[in-house]
Structures are given as C-alpha cells and as structure tokens.
C-alpha cells in the first residue's frame, strides 16, 4: 500500500486518478477560486488584538457576589407590638364569658395555619385607631402595647374607672387569636413551566403575618430565592394606578424631546419610576447597594416582581447553523466557551479513521466539519446608536492566550467559518479520499 507525498508532481496524480475524477477535481478547485475571488465571504472583521478591552470585555460577572440573606429580612423585634388588624382574646368572668356561671371555662381557638399557641376568650379586633372595643367601658387603646401591656390596660379600665365594672383581683385574660397580615402579589416570570410546556410565569397572592412582611419571606413563600432563568433583581411596585398613568406620561414626554437625532433618543438614559424600588441579589464588592430596611418591607397592595432573562441570549450562525443560546447569569462566558455550549468543534483535531483505513471527516458535537477544524469566528456586535461591529477571533490563537477571548454579551452573533488555508485542505483529503473510493488504495 503506497503512501502520498506532497512532492508527487500533478502528472503522477493524474495517472492515479481516472480522467473524470481529476477533471471533477480540478473544477471544484477552479470554483472555490472564483467563489473566493467574487467575495463569497463578504463578511470580515477586525483582529481581536486590535480592539480595545472595554469593547470586548464589558463589566465582569465573575466578581460579582451574592448579597447577603440578612439584608432582604427585617430584624425581629424585641416583643410583638400591637395594631391594626390584629385578632385578640379576651376573657373576663361574669362580663366576658358565655355561661353566667363564673367557673365556667372560656372559649378556646386552635390556630390552623399559625405558629401561635392556643388562645382563649372571645374575638376582639384592634380597630384602625388602635383601640378595642369593650362592653361597659370607654374603648381601650392598645397600639404599640404587648399583650401584658394591653392586658394591664384593660383590667385599668374595668376596676379603676369612676364606676368600676369588676373587683381589684377580678381575672383578665388577654391572648392573641390572629396576627395582622399583609397581602401582596408576587409575580415570577421564570416559573410556569409543567408537563413540558414552555415557561410563560405565575402569580401568588400570600398574606405575611406582622414583622414578616419583608422582601424575604415573600420569596421563601413563592419557590425561593429566583432561578438562573431569571434577572438578579427583583421590583417592588408600591402606590395606585394613578402613579403608573403618571409615569407613562412621564416617558412618552420624554421620548418627544430632542428625538431629532436618533443615537441621542437611543442613549437617552429612562429614568426607574418613583413607585419602584429594584433590589439588587448580586453586586460588585466595590459598589454595595445602597437600599435600607425600609425598602424591603412590603405593605399591602404592593407587587413583587422577578424578571426573566428571555433576552440574555446570545445567537450562532455559519458552521455552527443558526441557534439562539441563553447566556450563563451569574458567570461570564467567553468565545471559547459559548462555542463549547453550542456543540461547536475546539482545537486542532486529527483526521478521523473508520473502517479499513479510510479517512472520514470529523463531527464534534452537532457541527459536522471537514478534515481540518474551521477556526475563524466572527463576532456580531450591535453598538450605540443601531450600528454594529465584527470582530474576528482565531480559536487557535485564543485557545492558547486567554486575552483572545471575547466575552459573549447580550444579541451577540457568532459566525463560524473555514479560513482559507483550511478550505484548500480539506478540499485536497477529499481529492485524496475520492481516489481511495474508486481506486481502492492510498497514496
């Protein structure tokens, strides 16, 4: 079995190669020539190392951390304090009890989705003035009291009043039935998806008992902290409808001013509405958020927002077919690894041998390639302003040094392709595999 060597003259080839082989050879050599020369690959880019590193670099993921879990709850208070909305019991014999007789026992209630104990006497609510009201005496104000406070209060205002109702030693018993609560909506767009239906969001309306009303629980309550699907932020809306009438016009006035020039109207910066407040997850060491307790505590009515990353992809084109890919959250991902993530070849590979010898092109991962592995990328950028840059990056070069590669950021467009050199040579091993098909050896 003869082996070939790339000094063999042309007249040898062609006296191992039938006529209408070489000719068939000669004319796919002559077409790729053409098709090079009429500029078939019409789209070229500038050298990565010829580009600043802001424009391809951007602001890194990777130093990012994560904000710490005691931020996003309130601190527990020192005793439960009473107010609005919250459910007391109330027992006092011979005055509050259902049975005239004094040793009769009083009502009991067994909380059923609550952590209270259970609590004894009849239901009554602490009003919107913060009072309670009683029979026989004036109302009782008990907001910002504990139950011992409000219990004192109320055994003052049966036994120290002008007409007292009951004796000095008369039995109060003050206990708590309900807590107030709060009731928000927490809307999350990356959850949905069940039985293989494609993610689209859910609702939940959760009522958060007091001084549990914090950002934190809502979220503990919905399915925990968000998923990688979604942003690394979550929106708290807060006031009435007439805030957002207020906004919208507040941006349609703006999108009317100074629009002669549209790059102006692009970079023009909307401002986040004043019935908004976004909560960062993650954030740069050097730049902690600045939010207090305040911002985290919800009241009712208000609306939590997760956000989903549906246009955090990334696209791919040429060699790699056209794909759409969502970009890793909470890492950054370079040439090399978004080329990985669409099943793309890497690094110079060796001819794949099948069978009896014969030479067969290579297949990594979805991407079928020839002989030689392409390793020309170009990289559609959009910038300011609607316009767009390519950027060309060699994969040999950028496997071996790490300032080749380019992070992959939002509507990025990543081209793969042959550069020359490599079309020339897998167009010679098909030559050469095409004669070992008709003529059954090698060179």
């Known amino acids: 079995m003869g082996t070939f060597r790339f000094g063999t003259s042309i ?50 993921k990777n130093e990012y951390i994560d904000i710490n879990m005691l931020r996003l709850r309130q601190d527990p208070p020192e005793f439960y304090a009473l ?82 109702v009951a004796r000095e030693d008369a039995q109060v018993i003050l206990t708590m039935i309900r807590k107030r609560t709060v009731r928000v909506l927490v809307i999350r767009e990356e959850e949905g998806g069940q039985d293989g239906v494609t993610k689209r969001g859910t609702g939940h309306i959760i009522d958060l008992p007091a001084y549990e009303n914090d950002l934190l629980h809502a979220l503990s309550e919905t399915g925990g902290m968000p998923g990688t699907d979604a942003k690394n932020e979550v929106y708290i809306y807060r006031g009435m409808m007439q ?36 909560i960062p997850l993650r954030y740069h060491p050097s730049r902690p958020p600045t939010f207090t307790e305040e911002d985290i505590l919800l ?25 759409e890919y969502p970009l890793p959250r909470d890492k950054d991902l370079d040439i090399i690894g978004a080329i990985a993530l669409a099943g793309g070849p890497l690094g110079a590979g060796g001819t794949g041998i099948s069978g009896v010898g014969a030479r067969q092109p290579l297949r990594t991962g979805n991407v079928q390639t020839g002989y030689c592995q392409p390793s020309e990328v170009i990289i559609v950028r959009e910038l300011p302003c609607g316009n767009q840059i390519a950027i060309k990056v060699d994969l040999n070069r950028a496997i071996a040094d790490q300032s080749e590669r380019v992070l992959i950021q939002p509507g990025d467009v990543i081209l793969l392709r042959y550069t020359l050199a490599e079309e020339f040579g897998n167009l010679v091993l098909n030559l050469l595999q095409f004669n070992w098909i008709l003529g059954g050896r090698s060179f």
């Open 11 to 60: 007249e040898k080839v062609h006296r191992r190669i039938p006529g209408t082989a070489f000719r068939a050879a000669a004319a796919a050599v002559c077409a790729m020539a053409v098709c090079l020369a009429a500029g078939c690959q019409t789209v070229t880019g500038i050298p990565v190392r010829r580009l600043p590193r802001e424009l391809l670099q951007g602001e890194l």
């Open 299 to 323: 009241s009712e009515g208000d609306i939590v927002i997760i956000r989903s990353r549906d246009e955090e992809t990334f696209y791919t084109a040429g060699l790699l077919g056209g794909g």
């Open 83 to 164: 107010a609005p909305g919250d459910v007391l019991g109330l027992h006092i014999p011979n005055i509050l009890n259902a049975s005239s007789d004094a040793s009769a026992l009083p009502e009991v209630h067994f909380p059923d989705d609550s952590d209270l104990p259970p609590a004894v006497g009849s239901p009554v609510v602490v009003r919107e003035d913060g009072t309670i009201a009683l029979p026989f005496v004036e109302p009782v104000h008990v907001e910002g009291m504990s139950l011992v406070e409000a219990t004192d209060a109320v055994r003052r205002a049966y036994t120290q009043s002008d007409n007292p």
């Open 243 to 278: 805030d957002g009438v207020s906004y919208d016009a507040m941006l349609s006035h703006l999108s009317m001013q100074n629009c002669q020039d549209p790059c102006f109207c692009r970079q023009t910066t909307i401002p986040d509405p004043p019935n908004v407040t976004k």
